[in-house]
């Protein structure tokens, strides 16, 4: 199948966005461990509400322009969220939300972490290696064959170097346009502010 785009620039309409997303691999476990900061706990949460955990998104995500599970109505999330297989985890001090992981183990041979990031508050405090050490014990299982995840150019800057610093591989690259959220409503105007609203 042929590149669809020619070489060059390619002017978006107002209200989308471009980003080059890159996907990332691991088919053994991690050979370094780091274990969680004191005070800091990660919490499996089984039969999250759908409006609680748009909640928790939006924390973690509007400065990324997460918006996947923006969209869509309550019932369509819910019956994602209670989809076996599909495991959300809290990462929490003293209760407060620290950070955010979602894993898609449906097929429990290639588990994808779709979701992993931290509150703005606790972005840059050294946390996030020992998060993903954490995020990795729990991913890969005796039956594990594979944990992948992606991420892409409207995520922090330091993303992809981090998943590689983790032991994750490039193994892909791929273009994604689509409405930015500030533009649909599904994020406000302010989120993103290293992304400009056009």
Not at 25 to 30: G, I, K, Y
Not at 151 to 171: E, K, M, N, W
């Amino acid at each position: 199948m042929g590149f669809p785009l020619s070489d060059g620039y390619h002017v978006l309409p107002a209200g989308k966005l471009a980003a080059i997303v890159t996907w990332l691999d691991m088919t053994q476990p991690p050979t370094w461990r780091r274990g969680l900061p004191q005070g800091l706990e990660l919490r499996r949460v089984v039969n999250a509400a759908p409006g609680e955990y748009r909640e928790w998104f939006r924390r973690v995500g509007a400065p990324w322009l997460w918006y996947g599970r923006l969209k869509g109505s309550e019932e369509e999330l819910a019956r994602m969220l209670a989809t076996p297989g599909w495991e959300i985890y809290r990462l929490e001090k003293a209760g407060e939300l620290a950070g955010l992981l979602e894993l898609d183990r449906r097929d429990p041979h290639e588990v994808e972490i779709t979701y992993f990031g931290l509150v703005p508050e606790w972005v840059g405090s050294g946390t996030g290696k020992a998060f993903m050490s954490e995020a990795l014990r729990i991913a890969w299982h005796p039956d594990t064959r594979r944990v992948w995840l992606h991420t892409c150019t409207v995520d922090h800057p330091s993303a992809l170097g981090f998943y590689q610093g983790c032991g994750f591989r490039p193994y892909q690259r791929g273009l994604e346009i689509g409405d930015d959220p500030r533009s649909t409503g599904l994020l406000s105007a302010e989120a993103g502010a290293h992304m400009p609203l056009l």
